[in-house]
């Protein structure tokens, strides 16, 4: 079991904006969640969740608890919104819908967000987790600009 705020600091990751590292460094439940961001050397930033006792929604499948998907998947959706759109400030999320596809059993998980569109007054991001190749669940966040 990982104590609470063991987990490596954003300052630690590379290739992160000053409010993306800010973000990460100064929220306490992504500390819980221990969320891990790393560029890969094509360049795109990888958001990954590795299972603790913590997470656990079903002990007896010993499965991620719903709740902890989604929150990982509007972090992923925050700091991706803070990279592709040069926000000078943390992004307001206004909505989110979140599907569960199929359990996700204790493993690793990443995030692939994608933004959907970028209007003048909203930003659309679409967010798949998946469990190795399998694919477990999928949020939409909308934020205000």
Avoid: W
Avoid at 22 to 50: I, K, W
Avoid at 73 to 86: D, I, K, P, R
Avoid at 127 to 134: A, M, R, Y
């Amino acid at each position: 079991m990982t104590a609470y705020g063991a987990e490596p600091r954003a300052t630690e990751c590379t290739g992160l904006s000053e409010l993306q590292k800010q973000v990460l460094d100064d929220t306490p439940y992504v500390h819980f969640l221990g969320l891990g961001v790393s560029r890969e050397d094509d360049g795109t930033v990888c958001y990954q969740l590795c299972f603790r006792e913590e997470h656990i929604g079903n002990p007896l499948l010993r499965t991620f608890h719903g709740g902890i998907l989604a929150s990982f998947g509007e972090v992923a959706a925050s700091l991706h919104v803070v990279e592709e759109t040069g926000m000078q400030q943390q992004p307001l999320c206004t909505s989110l819908t979140f599907d569960y596809l199929r359990p996700a059993f204790a493993g690793t998980i990443r995030a692939v967000p994608q933004i959907v569109r970028a209007g003048r007054r909203f930003i659309v991001v679409s967010v798949d987790i998946f469990l190795d190749t399998t694919h477990v669940s999928m949020g939409r966040f909308i934020y205000a600009r």
